[in-house]
């Protein structure tokens, strides 16, 4: 890893909003999530929710792989889970829907803590999660059309958010606001991936980085990193 590649993913790092999320409720489209999650990278998000409880839709966490490697994706079986951990992180929940207590999206205060339902493309966001939603929310629109593709509203509201994280200097920060752990895991793993995953396979942990990025590491897990693994042995046909 070049010194200034370590250098732009520390400054990417100091920049990422660990309280503001989104929380996608069965959106299906590949390329929905793809644009969904590519959105949060580039406003700063660090981590995005989903609920998918159907096993086969798990296999869209593997969508938007260039976005995928910057923005952690957290899937739950149920809204209820989701909504557990949301708020127990402190977050206010707010949900896409058009409501007789809804309001502009532009009147929420995204400096707090805050995380954004957004519904499945067929059905909106379900009962379930509106019941345990803090506030409805809506994107003004005076055309005949009454709806907005999902990733575009999520643009929208995610870069309303982003403004108003500027403008108190949320952003402006130097140093991150990510555990040290997991600061760590993301500079090893996007400035050494294939030592990485030769690691990972080996059950290694990560050793330090230095200033410049570069691993500092002992002899023995340098021994261990070079060692040729076993074949596996493939099953006998009969």
Known sequence: ??????????????????????CMEEVHKPNNVSAIIRTA???????????WPKEDMRVLSHTSAGAR??????????????????????????ATHLSDSAIDFRDVDYTKPTAIILGGEKNGITAEALSLADQDIIIPMVGMVQSLNVSVASALILYEAQRQRQAVGMYDRTTTQL??????????????????KVARRKGLPYPPLDEHGQIVADEPW?????????????????
């Open 41 to 51: 990278d580039a406003v700063g998000v660090h981590k995005v929710h989903a609920v």
């Open 179 to 196: 555990p040290e752990a997991v600061v760590h895991r993301i500079l090893f793993e996007r400035g050494h991936p294939v030592l990485a």
């Open 222 to 238: 340098w021994q261990t990193m070079q060692a040729i693994e076993p074949k596996k042995r493939q099953p006998k046909r009969n």
């Open 1 to 22: 890893m070049s010194p200034e590649r370590f250098q732009r993913i520390q400054s990417v790092l100091a920049t990422r909003q660990p309280d503001l999320t989104v």
């Open 69 to 94: 490697n910057w923005v952690e994706l957290e899937t739950h079986d149920t809204m209820v889970n989701a909504m557990a951990t949301l708020k127990s992180q402190g977050m206010q929940v707010v």
